[in-house]
């Protein structure tokens, strides 16, 4: 089995959730310097499997933002792991010192994933459209991988939970090292007949696009 086929497996067994955490900060530098070391494993000790931060580059009014990304097994671990962070005064003391403001929180479940998030930026497009099942977000994403995987390290597709007023009901994550290999297969990926086939049959819609450099 490939290593495609093993992350697509996971998830149809094993539903993740992404807490996504929006903020402004005074001294990301600061902020990521701690996620890659005590942050990290603090973090994954309250129960997130994985913890990324990524800047926004390119984003309009979010440019400069810091999007931080727990990935818990269940909505109720994302929920124990909210209220853990502020409960943790070492924690608390380090949003402080970095100027940390929360601007929004989300929740999403992963409904398909390809390849590997292993890159130094990625970018993110927000989604307008219906909620759509998982057999069918797994099987137009592996059309749409067909193409990213000649500019990206890897894919990932999320439904949003909970965003609060948004008109974004989607998201999907793109991981590269290389915008302009990844600009490349994004426009092979738009322009084949049988993606925008899948986007008309769904209803979906691309609000906007933001490119984004990993901090830890």
Known sequence: M?????????????????YSVA????????????GAGWMGD???????????????????????QVLVAFETDSADAAMALNAAIYGD????????????????????RLQAEFGSRDASH??????????QDDATTQSNMALSWSHLEA????????????????PFTGVVVTWADSMDALLAASAANFADPAVQET??????????????????
Not at 6 to 18: D, G, P, Q
């Open 122 to 131: 990625g970018t993110i497009l927000y989604l307008a459209g219906p909620p």
């Open 42 to 64: 603090r973090l994954r000790s309250l129960g997130a499997m994985s913890v990324t931060a990524n800047q926004v580059v390119m984003g309009g009014e979010m440019a400069g």
């Open 89 to 108: 005064s070492d924690l608390l003391k380090l949003l402080v010192d970095a100027g940390v403001k929360v601007e929004r929180r989300t929740l999403m």
């Open 151 to 166: 500019g990206a390290a890897g894919m990932t597709a999320m439904q949003v939970v909970a965003g609060g007023p948004s």
């Open 199 to 216: 986007m008309a049959a769904t209803n979906t819609t691309v609000l906007g696009r933001m490119m984004t450099r990993r901090l830890f």
């Open 2 to 18: 490939s290593n495609n086929a093993e992350k697509l497996t996971r998830l149809e067994n094993n539903v993740s959730f992404l």
């Open 23 to 34: 903020t402004t900060m005074a001294d990301p530098d600061h902020f990521a310097e701690a």
